[in-house]
């Protein structure tokens, strides 16, 4: 999935929750604007922190009982207070479900202080397309 060095355009949440596209660009003077569009499905949870001019440089799939248990107070509050899908009892029991419905997670990071985590069944590359500047006259 091409996302190294994008800008973090915007991102969106539709169906209920359960579907993110993270739109990444990259427009340089003298070089091809570049877009990637990345789309997450059967969500379970994500978590986004300072999305502002964020510059992607991370986006690792790890384990998703690693995510859930370095996450594990602000997933235990986010259930307590807002309700969470598959939550029923505890993080133990929320990350047995996630992973006998064989959810997997990644971890997002950024040059300058965006940082987040996806919960979700799959991640696809919608699109990924440099686009060749119009000759200026």
Not at 20 to 39: A, K, Q, W
Not at 49 to 55: C, D, E, K, P, Q
Not at 61 to 77: C, G, H
């Amino acid at each position: 999935m091409r996302y190294h060095d994008l800008h973090l355009s915007g991102y969106t949440v539709s169906d209920f929750g359960s579907r993110i596209v993270l739109h990444l660009v990259s427009e340089y003077p003298g070089r091809p604007r570049e877009e990637s569009h990345i789309e997450f499905s059967d969500v379970a949870c994500y978590h986004f922190v300072h999305t502002t001019s964020a510059v992607m440089t991370d986006l690792q799939e790890l384990p998703v009982a690693q995510v859930v248990k370095q996450n594990e107070v602000f997933l235990s509050a986010t259930a307590k207070d807002q309700g969470l899908k598959f939550w029923k009892a505890d993080v133990n029991d929320y990350l047995h479900t996630l992973e006998k419905e064989g959810f997997r997670a990644w971890e997002l990071g950024s040059a300058i202080g965006f940082t987040g985590f996806i919960v979700a069944k799959q991640a696809r590359q919608l699109v990924a397309k440099k686009l060749v500047p119009e000759p200026q006259v």
